[in-house]
């Protein structure tokens, strides 16, 4: 990776940048306010998580889900779960905390709020139970750390690679063929409609619709069987899933408990194409980005999905102000700048004029405006139809684009994408594109040099302004206000409404969470 | 009579040539070529030309194939099956509502009864759709109210009213014991009881992956969508249905 391209080709004003910056940074302030004093369902699920709590009953409903639903209905959530949780395993002589859940789900436990030195005792040993978790996170950084140095971490950009068959069995041959034919990242897409489920299943599954279900089970399988086959290629593979929906702060300690490498977790996805609660969303994406943060995982967030819904070009500079936002959320979270993939997307109509300079412009700009993100680049889905000939052509651009303005993730584009799904041949041909021009084009970013008033620097100056603008508006109106609107990927969402509204709750005075505590003071 | 039989075209008239791809779970080496070539003659290419080969594995091989094919279609006895309905871009559906109606068309959802899977609700409601294409929240001229799952028929008629539903739409999954159908009647039921004598009854809509779309009417449903059906031909069809009825009116 050059740095000469990060440098200010696009003669991008800086002051014009840092003012791009701090309006973001003004906009967030009071979302980040809501979320300090606010949890949900899921961040008291998660709690329980670190603390080793696994299993489900009879109905598959996990035994975090029964202790936090009877914790509520006895004193509420405004303590967090932590204080009555660990009060009534003292007091009640419960032998662990499944045995308690068990108890309590069967209506056999009256939780109370415990306070003075029985508060204390109370404290003390939920820290000390949310440590052990934290501490298992803290080893499989370690762990991934030392494989990355002994195997070695492949050169950027990165190629992102999509398995989903629904069947775990099935998802581990398909990503390790996937891991030899060159990729350097998998990703298990999930079962449709898993982000609106309230719960996280347990165990292997095998059978999702169109992907295959985020579980702890899951996840540990897919990673043992690419340390496998990265000891085989002598090359760290990487694994990826989604920290979204109304289970996100569940599925980030999954994700840190059985080392994920990266991690989906975008700060509006879910209010945008999901419909779920706005507030819920921002709170819940707090304490998520704490998870990655301690745990070394880089996030990639979801801009590209926008463009999907937006006119690539109208909208261009959503997806800039989109990403100013998610970085500011993340770095207040705790994240560094090279655990921020930022992502966009190549989709603007191939049948506009100058359509490869108008992304050439779009791709630079983000480049130069966060040097220091592993940006993710997702390749063309809204035109791709069912000429498959001319879609492997519009993928080599993709690819050719994201070589040129040094992309850091690169997702594989389909032929087939919105047609079938992949054949393992539209994979390796796939592949072979991808190759073929990270390796025809190596370096060509080095002679990449837009004239300085020419279309595509003018464009990249032009998208920058009207995100300054539209950051104005947002910082004035409010960024609730601006979702409501349809701001983003056209959608209206209010404030009060989607779901999972009511899995959130204002802190009480005494609110404990020893996960969050633990996690900032070392933040 | 005039003859209508045609060859496939490569670029002589008459010449019969295709082009094929397809991979074969044999490793890479002359016998799975001729494997390959074995598999096209078999699916008629005479000859069949195998120029690629390659890899993908250690356990498949890739190939194009050329050849020619000696099918001929008579065009006389192509069959064109069209739906009732022509399928609309998003832009001409949102136009047609406007002049349609002068107002966004409402469409209530939920899956009714004990039935707890929204996969199918979500993937033609939800904005991010299916198949590649986005779902009825995406149209500016529709107001989508997703009730969820497991709603009662009563509640959803009564939503329905209060909405003022131009249409229902009422997706099942689970078929144990025929629910699907029973869950489809007792909606049909409620909205004959409860909606008011006074304004148009609105559309229902009914999709799932076990249903037979001619059982429609037996259902006392206007429509029923079977597995693979995206929201843009469930938009399409609500405009059409809804304009047939304007001028039947």
Known sequence: MTDTVRRNLLRLDQRTVRRARALAERAAAPVIELARTHTTTSVERAVLRLAGLTGADAEGIPWVNRLVDAVAADVGLGHGVALPVWHELRRGGHTDLAALAQKAAAGGVAFAVPEGRERQSAVTASRRAVARGIATIDRNRKTRDRLLRKLGDPPKPWIYLIVATGDIHEDIPQAQAAAREGADVIAVIRSTGQSLLDYVPEGATREGFAGTYATQENFRLMRAALDDVSAELGRYVRLTNYASGLCMPEIA?????????????????????????????????????????????????????????????????????????????????????????????????????????????????????????????????????????????????????????????????????????????????????????????????????????????????????????????????????????????????????????????AHADDYLNPATELLEATA | MTMNLVRAYGDTTGDGMVQLSFTLPVPAGPRAEAAAALFAAKMGLDPAMVVHAKAVGPDFTFFVVYGRSGVIVDLDEVE????????????????????????????????????????GLDAILNVKGFAGEKGLEYYRELRVVNLGAQVDPAHLVERAVAEQADALLVSQVVTQRDAHLHHVRLVAEELAAGWPATTPRPLVVVGGPRFEPRMAAELGVDRIFAKGTTPREVASYLVHALAQRRVAA
């Open chain 1, 253 to 505: 300690t999954l994700a840190g408990l059985e080392r994920l490498d990266m991690m989906l977790n975008d700060c509006m996805y879910g209010i945008i194409f999901r419909d779920i609660n706005p507030r819920r969303t921002f709170i819940d994406q707090r304490f998520s980005r704490q998870i990655h943060a301690r745990a070394g995982i880089v996030i990639n967030t979801g801009e590209d999905n926008y463009l999907t819904t937006a006119d690539a070009v109208d909208a261009a500079h959503t997806v800039v102000v989109s990403q100013l936002l998610n970085e500011r959320f993340g770095l207040e979270a705790g994240l560094q700048d090279w655990q921020l993939g930022l992502g966009h997307a190549f989709e603007i109509n191939p049948a506009l004029p100058e359509q490869f300079r108008l992304e050439l412009a779009h791709a630079q700009l983000v480049r130069e405006l966060f040097p220091n993100a592993p940006l993710k680049y997702m390749p063309p889905t809204k035109h791709m139809t069912g000429n498959v000939f001319f879609g492997y052509l519009l993928d080599a651009f993709f690819n050719l684009a994201g070589v040129m303005t040094d992309q850091s993730i690169l997702l594989v584009g389909m032929m087939t994408e919105g047609i079938v799904t992949p054949f393992l041949s539209d994979r390796d041909l796939a592949l072979e594109n991808v190759r073929y021009v990270r390796d025809a084009c190596a370096g060509l970013a080095e002679d990449f040099r837009p004239a300085p008033d020419g279309f595509v620097a003018t464009r990249a100056r032009q998208v920058l302004a009207e995100s300054v603008e539209l950051l104005e508006r947002i910082a004035d109106d409010g960024l609730f206000t601006a979702i409501a609107d349809g701001t983003f990927g056209v959608t209206r969402r209010p404030a009060d409404g989607g779901r999972g509204a009511d899995g959130v709750v």
């Open chain 2, 80 to 119: 064109v099956h069209e739906r009732e309905f022509p399928l609309l871009t998003a832009k001409e559906i949102n136009l047609e509502v406007r002049s349609m109606l002068g107002r966004r068309l409402v469409v209530v959802g939920a899956t009714v009864g004990t039935d707890a899977h929204t996969v």
